[in-house]
């Protein structure tokens, strides 16, 4: 379950995937339609209330825009819905925006959207898993634009989440680390910027490649879970810069005599 709050409203994103990491990877349930709102410790459930809900299973992520307080779902399988606390307004997919269907080489063609991430100019970023053009945002304006990835780079996209520096920090679902992007200029696709974290120093030192959730806090560092523990970046402004430390750091604590890292070897989720 995914969760996003603004002005006194908790959006809940209900639905899951079959199977998390390496061996399991992400795949469709087709089952679910679960979201919710809570507001004044009242619930409201959706399911139900309209054709663009039901017709929209797997909604596993969430985020709110900053200005309209409208709710907008990732549908692991059809897209993104967009909703107020009246129910869902608009709906998102190959025929009205950059999103891309999944690129199998077969009849097997959902629109899988892992992730969305609202930046702080109004941007919404979208994690498009297994696309051509894996990486999609819906600009301030309403306008669509997709962008491509090296070829090395696996697009089975996860969650994705935006820092204060302009970064789109998206996990792997395959356990190949941790994608960092940053577009720059917009209108200007020469000036994109991408990179791959691991567990090598100076590039990330992450406690494991397999990345199952990122978040940013009120300070703007980056909490990362894996299957191998929690690890902070407190400098993401520095992961393009030359030279300059990025990489994560592990919360160590005091038992005794005997230190260690905070939530080793556990797998954190969320």
Known sequence: MRMAYNDGAMWFAGDAVNGLGV???????????????????????FRGTSPLID????????????????????????????MNEAGAVAKYDTSNSSLQSFNSGTSFRPLFVSGIDFDNDGNLWVANFGAVNPISVRTSTGAWKSF?????VNTAFGFITCDDFGNKWITNTRGNGLIVFNENNLSNPNDDQLKVLNKDKQNGFLPST?????????????????????AII???????????DFDARQLVIQA??????????EQIYC
Do not use: Q
């Open 55 to 82: 017709a929209a299973p797997d909604l596993i992520d969430v985020s709110i825009h900053p200005e309209t307080g409208n709710a907008f779902f990732a549908s692991f399988g059809t897209g993104i819905i967009e």
């Open 210 to 230: 397999l990345v199952f959730c990122v978040t940013k806090d009120k300070k703007g560092e980056l909490w990362i879970g894996t299957d191998k523990g929690l």
């Open 256 to 265: 005794g005599l005997i230190f260690s890292n905070f939530l080793d070897e």
């Open 23 to 45: 061996s399991g990877g992400w795949g469709p349930k087709y089952t679910g339609h679960k979201n919710y709102l809570m507001r004044n410790n009242t619930w409201k459930n």
């Open 148 to 152: 491509s990835v090296p070829s090395n």
């Open 234 to 244: 407190s400098n993401p402004g520095n992961v393009f810069k030359p030279n300059a």
